[in-house]
Structure formats: C-alpha cells, structure tokens
C-alpha cells in the first residue's frame, strides 16, 4: 500500500522501482496464458502506463502487486477472448463466402464487406474495440461489460455508440 500511495503522489523513482522489481516476473506470469512472449510483454507495458497514468483515479485495496497481477491476468484472459473471437468471425466469413463461392461477383462483395469490417473494427482504438466485441460477438450486457473490465456503464454505452458510428461512416456504400 505504501508503494502504491508514493505512486499517487507522483514519486517517478517508486515507480520506476516497482516496475524494475515486477516487470518481469509479470511478463513471465502473462507468458503462462498467452504463450507469447511478444504479448506478455504488450500487456504488461500497457499495465504499467495504465498505472501511471491513472495513479490519481485508481483505487487499490490489495497489495500492489497483487493488484497488478489481477489486472495483468484480466488483461490475458480479455485478450484470449479477443482471439476467439477474431477466430470466430474468420471462420463466420469463410464458411459465409462459401455460400456465395458459385457467383464471382457476390463473392468479391462479400470480400469487400468483410474487410470493411474487418479495417473499421481494427480502426477503432483498443478499448472501444473490446468493448463493442463483448457487446456484439460474446453477446454481454453492457453492465456485464461494465464489471469486467471495471469502467462506468455510461463508458461502455459511449464506446458503443461511438464504434456503431464508426461502422455506420464506413459500411454507408
């Protein structure tokens, strides 16, 4: 707790120290559900930005560390989701242009289609992206959302709104 409170307090040198002592130790904890180096290291990264970032709004009523290896593993476990998800629509869009595999024409559309919506969904930033695939592809309610990735419902209903618009702008032809 004390870490945590010099951190709020805008001490650079705790949190340097924090993250020298724990970075590692989280990656490897990340590598355990991601098998990737790569990934482990990303989030772990985006952790501790996060940290600094909202020292001043976050509340932690554990120890430190075991917050960041909380938030560390909701993190992978948001990802690994994400992937099946990615995974899903793949599979959705191939066996979706298979129907159409007898007409050219209706499959190049359906090609088109489906990398419009594969750009506008990468185009969204990250948060609003995993957001609107927990509301649309795992089919959550937006409290559901909510609680999970510990944000406000008015967060969650802005995100939405924001990415239908995103996709309204693009998929308008």
């Not at 709004?57 to 938030?71: C, D, E, F």
């Not at 489906?114 to 609003?128: A, H, M, R, V």
């Not at 990415?163 to 702008?169: E, G, K, Q, Y």
């Amino acid at each position: 707790m004390q870490a945590f409170k010099k951190i709020q307090r805008g001490d650079i040198k705790e949190f340097e120290r924090v993250f020298r002592e724990l970075y590692m130790p989280l990656c490897i904890y990340a590598q355990k559900y991601l098998h990737s180096a790569d990934q482990s290291e990303e989030i772990v990264q985006t952790v501790f930005y996060k940290l600094w970032k909202d020292r001043e709004t976050i509340n932690v009523t554990t120890s430190l560390n075991s917050y960041l290896y909380k938030i560390v593993q909701n993190n992978c476990l948001l990802e690994i989701q994400h992937a099946k998800v990615e995974e899903k629509y793949i599979h959705f869009v191939k066996s979706s242009s298979e129907e159409f595999s007898s007409d050219p024409f209706e499959e190049m559309k359906v090609q088109q289609m489906s990398k419009t919506i594969e750009d506008t969904l990468n185009s969204l930033p990250e948060n609003c992206r995993k957001i609107f695939e927990m509301s649309r592809f795992e089919g959550l309610k937006y409290k559901e959302i909510a609680e999970k990735l510990a944000i406000s419902v008015k967060t969650v209903e802005a995100n939405i709104t924001k990415a239908l618009n995103v996709f309204r702008l693009n998929l308008k032809e």
